[in-house]
């Protein structure tokens, strides 16, 4: 598979690694030019290349979207039609200022990408794990402390491809439910960056 990346941070950088170890071909983009990815590509591999964000998004297979949320009305729409989209991003109002949508709980990151990107399927994923846990945590499927991952999306076919990636690398996956739902482990709830396994993940999740 080719997995783009709109972002290379510490999560986009960690997601990188795990998709080349799997067997994936990583196509990465940053806010800058792709020369200043050089080094990370470097370390990848052959399987991975820098480019421009709108090649990252039009050469993906999946395209994963991991930016400040302030950023997000810059993610190329028209590349990215029929895809699913995978978003990271948290909201931090120090950062990415005040959106009353957010404030008032009638919107989540995810359901304003889904907006920007109305022909893509965004599934929301990765944003409630640290990026150094996305390598220091992960485990083989028969280990029984493997940790579980929460998900949401609207689209069933779109979360049944991100949980089979999320188990290749090395996580359970615990579908939440519609996009909304993201707001169960978004950052500040007991859920966000928990380590557990499903029942304790569902346990943290109905806290929010």
Known sequence: ?????????????????????????????????????QNLV?????????????????????????????????????????KIVIDTMNYYPTRDGQIVALDNGTSTTSELLQAHLPESNVVKAFNSIFAGDLLSTAASKDDPNRRTLPIAGNDPEAKTVVSHLIDQFGFDTYDVGQLHEGFRFQNGTPAYTIRANRDRLISALNKA
């Not at 960690?14 to 170890?21: E, I, P, Q, S, Y």
């Not at 990848?44 to 950023?71: E, F, M, S």
């Open 1 to 37: 598979m080719k997995i783009g990346l709109i972002g290379a941070g510490h999560i986009g950088s960690n997601l990188a690694r795990l998709a080349v170890k799997h067997g994936h071909d990583v196509i990465i983009s940053n806010s800058r030019d792709p020369k200043t990815l």
């Open 42 to 82: 470097t370390e990848l591999g052959p399987h991975a290349k820098a480019a421009w964000a709108k090649d990252a998004a039009a050469q993906g297979d999946i395209v994963v979207v991991t930016i400040p949320l302030k950023n997000y009305q810059s993610v190329p729409v028209e590349p990215l039609k029929g």
